[in-house]
């Protein structure tokens, strides 16, 4: 079956460390996108991914870091700078990079919390 | 710009219909609508793209107004399964596929 697997389901951080969600796509989708949702909030932009070993910016990188070093991989790392990670993380793909019209699909996501 | 999305929450009984906007003040190029269930992934329900264009999915329909940069989701004859949390995201003619999210709607469908 085709899609997107995110691990861990639940993360549990101490402040000071870092910590790596993980995205993996079997969809051979272009473009990947991570999210973070807030309790009653829309989706905000971390990083995206058009293409291997291209990565840019969202609306919310500060704390993050990303790489794109397979096409089926698109790994966040959330870092000990991001003061406030607790949070859902959702990692999407999408079929065609460069374009507003193709679906986004979205993983099952990763609940992290500060401890 | 984050589109805004109206009501914020609204609760039906089975069988009644339901309206969901979107408005944004930046030109839209496409529209993307998602539910979404407490803790699980958002589920894509269409697209819409400028020009006006109505689609539909069983009883689910949605509009797209590009003069208005509104898109409107209609829900007729409500369903229990309807309950979750709708998303619009709106995307430009940039040659990136970002969207920008709504900030949700909240349906509640009881029986």
């Known amino acids: 079956d085709g899609g997107i697997t995110q691990s861990p389901k639940y993360l549990f951080r101490k402040e000071g460390q870092n910590v790596t969600l993980s995205c993996e796509q079997n969809l051979n989708h272009d473009a990947m996108y991570w999210y973070r949702q807030d309790p009653g909030q829309g989706l905000r932009l971390i990083y995206y991914s058009q293409i291997v070993n291209d990565f840019q910016k969202g609306d919310i990188a500060e704390g993050y870091s990303v790489s794109r070093e397979k096409k089926e991989s698109f790994p966040l790392t959330v870092t000990s700078a991001q003061k406030n990670p607790t949070a859902f993380y959702l990692c999407?793909?999408?079929?065609?990079?460069?374009?507003?019209?193709?679906?986004?699909?979205f993983g099952p996501g990763t609940r992290l919390t500060v401890l | 710009q984050q589109p805004v999305q109206s009501p914020q929450a609204v609760i039906l009984r089975e069988g009644e219909d339901a309206v969901i906007n979107c408005s944004s003040s930046?030109?839209?190029?496409?529209v993307h609508w998602y539910r979404q269930k407490h803790g699980e992934a958002p589920v894509f329900l269409m697209i819409?793209?400028?020009?006006?264009e109505q689609k539909g999915h069983d009883k689910i329909s949605a509009s797209f107004n590009e003069k208005k940069q509104q898109s409107s989701l209609y829900l007729t004859a409500s369903q229990l399964s309807y309950s979750g949390t709708y998303f619009c995201g709106t995307g430009g003619s940039s040659n990136t596929g970002k969207l920008i999210f709504g900030q949700g709607t909240t349906l509640q469908v009881k029986p």
């Open positions: 999407a793909s999408q079929k065609r990079a460069g374009g507003s019209t193709d679906t986004q699909y």
């Open positions: 930046k030109a839209l190029y496409s």
């Open positions: 819409l793209l400028k020009g006006g």
